[in-house]
């Protein structure tokens, strides 16, 4: 397989995998979804006129390992046009350096036509369904990612995750639980299994079916960690603090060295307004942990509420080096700083919450 796993990763996690349409070309160069005609200085178009297909072939393949996609593409596309034809395997590459510059759209129909060209083309399947999926287009995706796991079931855990990201969006929820058991090597009907789908299920923002599945995984496996922080989670963001508490303190019980249980028990109590336990249980969550930046906002807001502001400053101060971008921490600390009369450095930390809910907010808003 040319594409790595750790390049899908990358690819998913950036951002344009999730189902975004990539209709779009730079506007510099040609159109891409056409066929780009040969001149005579063209290094590809020479190759191709002297009929060194394969040469031209294996040149834009070494492009492509090094990570050089525009430069394959320069070498491919007027091959195609000189040629007046598709030479075989020109379709897969330029399907591949199509995928590696984001054109989506060129990319799909390269890797359709290297597969009537080669139907064994499991690469091609494969990319064309993982295309498909970043067009948004999850369930014409799905054949393409199924076809591909039928063919090598161990190649690439990525495209599992991805067809059970299908699977969410085409409500095939026990078909998603399947292949997430499949990625993370769980049996599919275990409580491991309904834990996984229950956490992707909470990412793609099903709150209730995520809380179902969670409260399946422990039916299943009663004391399975990480299942009642699941819940938890869910119960807290019902606004339901009561359930939260209960759901957090048997999640404790059972893994009591998680950091992160201590920090939504400290929001919890915070909600509820029991200040002195909620410092206590976040104590404990930056004892656990001091690389995130939670627990210190939120011992310093509970310091703020416990009219500390002085003690309130050193753990928003500390935030803030770690996260100079969080607008909470910037306004908790305007607000320290005006409990303690320092009025400029009040309005510097306003003023750079201003900022940067502002700037958050833009990024919010749709393209023009």
Same mark, same amino acid.
């Given at each position: 397989m040319r594409i790595s796993a750790?390049?899908?990763?990358?690819?998913?996690?950036?951002?344009?995998?999730?189902?975004?349409?990539?209709?779009?070309?730079?506007?510099?160069?040609?159109?891409?979804?056409?066929?780009?005609? $040969?001149?005579?200085?063209?290094?590809? /178009?020479?190759?191709? +006129?002297?009929?060194?297909?394969? @040469?031209? &072939? %294996? *040149? $834009?393949?070494?492009?492509?390992?090094? /990570?050089?996609?525009? +430069?394959?593409?320069?070498?491919? @596309?007027? &091959? %195609? *046009?000189?040629?007046?034809?598709?030479?075989? /395997?020109?379709?897969? +590459?330029?399907?591949?350096?199509?995928?590696?510059?984001?054109?989506?759209?060129?990319?799909?129909?390269?890797?359709?036509?290297?597969?009537?060209?080669?139907?064994?083309?499991?690469?091609?399947?494969?990319?064309?369904?993982?295309?498909?999926?970043?067009?948004?287009?999850?369930?014409?995706?799905?054949p393409f990612l199924e076809k591909a796991r039928q063919w090598m079931p161990n190649a690439n855990a990525d495209a599992n995750y991805v067809l059970g990201l299908c699977y969410l969006n085409s409500q095939r929820f026990d078909d998603a639980r399947a292949a997430f058991a499949n990625q993370f090597v769980v049996a599919p009907n275990s409580g491991a299994a309904y834990l996984l789908l229950g956490k992707m299920l909470k990412q793609a923002n099903l709150p209730e079916a995520s809380a179902e599945a969670a409260k399946k995984a422990l039916e299943l496996t009663p004391r399975l960690p990480l299942a009642h922080f699941l819940l938890g989670e869910f119960y807290l963001f019902k606004s339901d603090t009561e359930q939260a508490l209960r759901e957090f303190e048997q999640e404790r019980e059972i893994n009591p060295v998680n950091f992160a249980v201590y920090d939504r028990l400290g929001d919890v109590y915070t909600r509820a307004g029991q200040y002195e336990k909620a410092q206590e249980v976040l104590a404990k969550a930056i004892s656990l942990d001091t690389s995130s930046t939670g627990p210190f906002i939120q011992m310093g807001k509970v310091l703020m509420r416990r009219n500390d502001p002085q003690t309130s400053l050193l753990y928003l101060q500390h935030a803030e080096k770690m996260d100079p971008g969080n607008y909470m921490t910037h306004t908790l600390l305007a607000q320290a700083y005006r409990s303690l009369g320092r009025v400029e450095d009040s309005k510097k930390e306003f003023a750079a919450a201003s900022k940067i809910h502002n700037e958050e907010q833009l990024k919010l808003q749709p393209a023009q």
């Open positions: 750790a390049f899908l990763v990358l690819l998913l996690i950036s951002g344009v995998a999730s189902g975004q349409s990539s209709n779009s070309q730079p506007t510099s160069g040609a159109n891409h979804d056409q066929l780009v005609p $040969a001149s005579p200085d063209h290094p590809a /178009g020479a190759v191709a +006129e002297k009929g060194n297909v394969e @040469e031209t &072939l %294996v *040149a $834009a393949h070494q492009k492509l390992e090094h /990570g050089q996609a525009q +430069e394959a593409l320069a070498m491919l @596309e007027p &091959l %195609v *046009a000189t040629t007046g034809e598709s030479p075989k /395997g020109v379709q897969h +590459e330029l399907g591949i350096a199509y995928y590696r510059t984001g054109k989506l759209l060129s990319a799909e129909r390269a890797f359709a036509r290297a597969i009537d060209e080669d139907p064994n083309d499991i690469e091609s399947v494969q990319m064309r369904g993982l295309a498909l999926y970043r067009l948004g287009r999850p369930a014409a995706a799905i």
